[in-house]
Nanobody, 123 residues
Framework: QVQLVESGGGLVQAGGSLRLSCAAS????????WAWFRQAPGKEREFAAG????????LYADSVKGRFTVSRDNAKNTVNLQMNSLTPDDTAIYYC????????????????WGQGTQVTVSS
């Protein structure tokens, strides 16, 4: 069965960095577009960053642009999110998602989802 598992979350001070990873199993995800979404307490799940299947296109929410970098390794079915200059506003559960059709910022367009990993940024 297809499974996506995020890791790398934790507690970090403002200004620090974290690197999240998402490992997929059950099938090859070559040809799939990947994205990271996040959901802060009391807020809707929102798009953070995405990458096309061949890595040629990347999308970032304005709130993370210049601070976050998304990358992928298709041979290992993994996608990563390097997060720098973190602020308390980045505190959220972070989810990875995959879809074969398009690279999109809309969460309902994604077929596969991970369980999420908690990122907490202290002041």
């Amino acid at each position: 069965q297809v499974q996506l598992v995020e890791s790398g979350g934790g507690l970090v001070q403002a200004g620090g960095s974290l690197r999240l990873s998402c490992a997929a199993s059950g099938r090859s995800f070559v040809g799939y577009h990947w994205a990271w979404f996040r959901q802060a307490p009391g807020k809707e799940r929102e798009f953070a960053a995405g990458i096309s299947w061949n890595g040629g296109r990347r999308l970032y929410a304005d709130s993370v642009k210049g601070r976050f970098t998304v990358s992928r390794d298709n041979a290992k079915n993994t996608v990563n999110l390097q997060m720098n200059s973190l602020t308390p506003d980045d505190t959220a559960i972070y989810y990875c998602a995959a879809d074969a059709r398009i690279l999109t910022t809309t969460r309902t367009d994604y077929m596969y989802w991970g369980q999420g990993t908690q990122v907490t940024v202290s002041s």
